[in-house]
């Protein structure tokens, strides 16, 4: 017997019919992976476009009474346990407040990034404190093979003790929310003291809602001494780092999803006389994250994927571009309340050109 109901805001359009970088169907991935758990069970769904909602009802054998537009009547009348916000970044702040105000939902699980200003990301946060709401954003690689091998094997010791942490990707925000975030957590979830950065933004790239910059090179320091390093854009960017995470410690080296190399992970340490590699079978992370959600909500513990992590990551990238933005190293915590990058574009000190321009 299911242990959780659970609701649905923000459909969107069904996977076949959207349009990369508004919509990327992550509703029907959660309800995908609400159904693989047997202690949940999908009761509700919103959507302003009520096509939409309806359509992913009946993927999902909703009931077409509790097929809504306006969520805070769903909350109201379906009285879901946890709650996913599927909808663009720039509506989530409205959304998370919104259903924690409601006091329906116990957990609220949002996708990622947080929000498209440092102050809503904050208010979020804030809000699901103030209302005893468990809040959690999807940075479900965290629940991946690799990364998850890549904590046992730094954990272990086989690289000795962690010096630095790099990470190559598309860009900061989109992608790379996942990205900083892992970072952090293998550098044991501390906080960072500073963040000097640069970006380069002539060609636009909004996904989502928010502009990503074409490419960017940020470094940070954590209190407990250990370095980041992020390279992000496409093609030049990324391979700079030539990997999504590098891990550089006292005796050896780890790679995860290194580029030049048919493998997972790969480490080198003075034992191993060259790189150990692996290779892992792909798992459904959304529904390990889900799954963490509900287990979290049922012991109380704090979930990995929580709130305060997302705020922990989101803090660096917002720091990397305000730093873009006053050509100097940010002290933190962050001051800035807004989204540097999305400033200097309205303000003309960067001017990406889209493809109708």
Known sequence: M????????????EPDNIVWGE????????????????????????????ENAEAFADE????D??????YQEMLHAVEPDVVSICTPVPTHAELVIGAAET?????????KPMADTWADCKRMADAADEHGVQLTFNHQRRFSPQWQEATRLLEDGVVGDLERVEMGGKNLYDYGSHLVDLCNHFAGEQEAEWVLGQ???TDEDVRYGVHNENQGLVTWRYDNGVHGVASTGFGSGADVIGCEHRLFGSEGILEVNPDDVEADLRYRNT???GWETFEFDRVFAIQRALEHVCDSLETGDQPVISAEHA???TEIIFAAWESSRQRGRIELPLEAEGNALTEMVDAGDLTPVGEED
């Open 65 to 70: 009474e509790n097929v809504y537009e306006d």
């Open 60 to 63: 999902f054998d909703i009931a």
């Open 199 to 201: 970006v380069h933004y």
């Open 103 to 111: 006091e329906v939902p116990r957990a609220i699980h949002c996708e």
């Open 271 to 273: 034992d191993s006389g």
């Open 2 to 13: 299911a242990q959780f109901t659970v609701a649905v805001i923000g459909t969107g359009p």
């Open 311 to 313: 705020l922990r990551a």
């Open 23 to 50: 919509s990327a169907a992550m509703a029907y991935r959660h309800g995908e992976a609400y159904e693989g758990l047997s202690q949940c069970d999908l009761v509700g769904c919103a959507d302003i476009v009520r």
